[in-house]
């Protein structure tokens, strides 16, 4: 046994606990759940277990606030992904979607490539594992300023890394996100998504059951990468982050591709008692995660790992966060069965260990036994901490946002609308989306509109999948920010004609031991979970990233709030499905929802003021119902050639895209003038508003009228034209994508 493993208590200095992430408390709390000094490999499970990104301990409080049922629900937050209800598959049996999001924030950072790819197989694996296949890939990408000198290479290498991974192993990515703020220039976010589709009667758990069981290792072989992963992206970042490289780990997809088909391979038996994936915290947090599911124990071989390194102990075994690697129990007898399954495929398959009914976990090396926790102190009874925050008047007494005073004027509409689509928040992402293969596997029915679109292969069903989130309103004020960022999903899933069903989450935030940042999460789930709420849009799997700030750009920076959603939908019949695209010439225009308007947050008052000020525009979550069933039963309907949520930019960079999106022109024609300004209406982001194209316009006033929706006709489609507004300025399609797509290009090939 290595002196690292046998480490006697004197070795357990102050610095070591501390370089484990452990605070004098909580190391105080791990001796008197042991009664004993730990040794240093039970020393590292505490530590990985009780991190921030394994234990949930600042945000756990929390979470439990937020709705997480709806008929249509079959499991909610807990298991390894969400899973909902989608009706009958081609067989008359019912189907289920399963999805979750999840952040690789730090590691992308460090090594962008390893980074976003390494995110992409981790949350592949956490929907291949509960028995359903992956069908859809998305992504919430936040980054710093493009002028940074390190942005472009950061950018440059999550994209590669997505693309790299997602393409390899056979899944399409179809929708996603990319921003830009000087908030994330120390500390990107990579958030990742997978939707995939199984038999409701087909769902695989993890909790480990059945004293005797065994207990198998499959996939690749265990490496020294990865070690303290979680503990690092527990941490903020210091002036070394390069130092942490080692931390990353390195995934290889076409192996993610052979762990996939073999899982399902194995999966059509009656093998599996219950399945894991080797996530964050790796052999640690899985078999803890199983043995605590199934309230069993758990005893481990450590001898029987298989391991790519020569000489690696039981501290970097259990440690390490090397990818592609699943933890199963098998049924007694299913061993060679399942072992030739694995061996066909070219995974490692070893039996390390079996079930127990001790609740503890006990791993034997040498003939010895180097670790004996009980399981209650490593999960259930980990730390929980209700950390002090700010109300929301002491917040925006703190956060001081600039108030919105006069509105400036603009001389030239037409150039303000080409500089906002030039401008990085709202510039074309051709460059990105050509990286991904959103086509592999023949089902992808759209991207690049309001949402993702992917077929239900053989049905005449259609999952919609869409990620939003807008951070400045967020830091503006928590509470509405939180409410936009689940409503806007809600009309995104609506304007493809989806009826939003679940919702998945990465929850984004800074150091939650500062009251201010905890303010913002606190506020923001409060928002979420009213809405959710109101919206029948339950959450059913997600994700908490803390401590995203970084001192390694000077002075310490937070980054925004970025509670990022990925909400999921269903559309009955693919062949209704509502597009982006002006196609019709004739087409009346008009905005469903309020006549509202809001500049405060606006881009266009950035572009006007070199500022986001004002309040965020306000959500009323009657309208965002209303209006969208409104809208998901016109596109039903077939009354509907196009539709669009009006968001960042507002209407006229809405309308731009629905015209760069088809091939007619738009040219607007009125306004509700006695009721709100001009410019606040064309370039003000008020909430809940869609802008559809008809050639029934009678029929849809009489329709909008019955459901008690607001309505405003704008204007017309007009063929091959560009954008324009009556008697003041045309703007040409040439000139429009000129200026959509000027930003990627000229900042790539610079």
């Known amino acids: 046994m290595s002196s690292t493993d046998s480490a006697p208590a004197s070795e357990i200095t102050p610095e070591v606990v501390e370089q484990h992430g452990f605070s004098p ?13 730990p040794n240093m490999v039970e020393l590292g499970i505490f530590s990985v277990m009780w991190s921030e990104h394994c234990s949930y301990k600042s945000s756990r409080l929390h979470l439990k606030k937020l709705p997480t049922e709806a008929p249509w629900v079959i499991c909610g937050p807990g298991e390894n992904a969400g899973v909902i209800d989608i009706g009958p598959g081609p067989d008359g049996k019912p189907q289920a979607a399963i999805f979750k999001m999840e952040s690789h924030n730090h590691p992308s950072y460090i090594e962008p490539y390893q980074g976003a790819a390494t995110g992409v197989g981790g949350i592949l694996r956490d929907v291949f594992t509960m028995g359903a296949r992956p069908v859809a890939n998305a992504n919430a990408l936040r980054f710093g300023r493009p002028e940074h000198p390190k942005m472009q290479h950061l950018v440059k290498g999550v994209v590669a890394g997505i693309g790299g991974y997602g393409n390899c192993v056979g899944v399409p990515t179809v929708c996603g996100e990319t921003n830009f703020h000087p908030a994330y220039d120390g500390n990107i976010l990579v958030n990742a998504m997978t939707v995939g589709v199984a038999d409701a009667d087909k769902i695989f758990y993890s909790a480990a059951t059945g004293v005797g069981n065994p207990i198998v290792y499959v996939g690749s072989k265990t490496g020294r990468d990865g070690i303290h992963g979680a503990t690092m992206a527990s941490a903020d970042f210091e002036e070394d982050a390069d130092a942490k490289r080692p931390t990353v780990q390195v995934g290889d997809p076409f192996t993610e591709k052979l762990l996939i088909e073999a899982c399902l391979e194995l999966m ?3 093998a599996i008692v219950a399945i894991q994936d080797m996530g964050a915290a790796g052999l640690t947090s899985s078999s803890v995660e199983m043995a605590t599911n199934g309230k069993a124990g758990i005893r481990l071989n450590m001898d029987m790992v298989p391991c790519r390194e020569e000489g690696m102990t039981p501290y970097e075994m259990m ?8 933890l199963m129990v098998l049924k007694p007898g299913k061993e060679a069965m399942a072992q030739a399954i694995f061996e066909k495929w070219e995974l490692d398959f070893a039996v390390i260990g079996e079930v127990t009914d001790t609740q503890h976990m006990v791993l034997e090396w040498g003939g010895e036994v180097v670790c004996d926790i009980p399981l209650g102190p490593l999960a259930a009874d980990a730390p929980e901490y209700d950390r002090p925050y700010l109300s929301k008047e002491e917040y925006k007494a703190w956060a001081q946002v600039k108030p919105l005073e006069d509105v400036p004027e603009s001389t030239d509409i037409g150039a303000d609308l080409l500089k906002l689509m030039a401008s990085p928040n709202l510039a074309s992402r051709r460059w990105i989306a050509e990286q991904y293969d959103s086509q592999v596997g023949a089902d992808t029915l759209q991207t690049g509109g309001d949402a993702g679109v992917v077929r239900v292969h053989g049905t005449n069903k259609a999952l919609a999948i869409t990620t939003d989130c807008t951070p400045r309103y967020v830091y503006a004020d928590p509470y509405e920010g939180g409410k936009q960022a689940i409503a806007e999903a809600y009309r995104n899933l609506c304007a493809v004609g989806a009826r939003p069903l679940a919702v998945t989450n990465c929850l984004n935030f800074a150091n939650p031991q500062r009251p201010e940042i905890m303010s913002q999460f606190v506020h923001a789930l409060e928002g979420m979970g009213d809405a959710c709420r109101a919206l029948d ?9 803390l401590y995203n700030e970084s001192k390694a750009t000077g002075g310490g920076s937070a980054i925004l709030p970025t509670p990022a959603i990925g909400g999921v939908g269903i559309i009955d019949d693919y062949s209704k499905m509502g597009r982006v695209g002006l196609h019709r010439e004739g087409d009346t225009l008009f905005v469903i929802g309020p006549r509202a308007a809001s500049l405060g947050q606006s881009h266009w008052l950035k572009l006007k003021t070199g500022d986001f000020s004002g309040k965020p525009p306000s959500i009323d979550l009657d309208t965002t119902l209303k209006t969208g069933q409104f809208v998901r039963r016109q596109i039903a309907s077939g009354k509907v050639d196009s539709a669009h949520d009006v968001s960042d930019g507002g209407l006229l960079v809405a309308v731009a895209e629905m015209v760069l999106a088809g091939s007619s022109g738009a040219l607007l024609t009125s306004y509700p003038a006695s009721e709100v300004p001009f410019l606040p209406w064309h370039f003000g982001e008020a909430q809940d508003r ?11 006033v009489s329709d909008a009228e019955a459901a008690r929706v607001e309505y405003t006709l704008i204007g017309e489609t007009k063929s091959k ?4 507004i009556d008697q003041m300025f045309v703007v040409s399609r040439e000139d429009l994508r ?13």
Do not use: C
Not at 25 to 37: A, I, N, P, T
Not at 319 to 326: I, P, V
Not at 537 to 545: E, K, W
Not at 721 to 724: A, E, H, K, V, Y
């Open 25 to 37: 408390e909580e190391y105080e709390q791990v001796l008197k759940s042991l009664g004993r000094e």
């Open 268 to 270: 059509a038996t009656d």
């Open 721 to 724: 034209g560009g954008l324009g």
């Open 319 to 326: 440690l390490s966060e090397s990818q592609e690697r699943m």
């Open 537 to 545: 849009f339950p959450i059913v799997s997600g994700n908490v990233s």
């Open 738 to 750: 000129e200026a959509h797509q000027s930003f990627f290009r000229d900042w790539m090939e610079a």
């Open 690 to 700: 869609y802008v559809i194209a008809t050639p029934n316009p009678e029929e849809l």
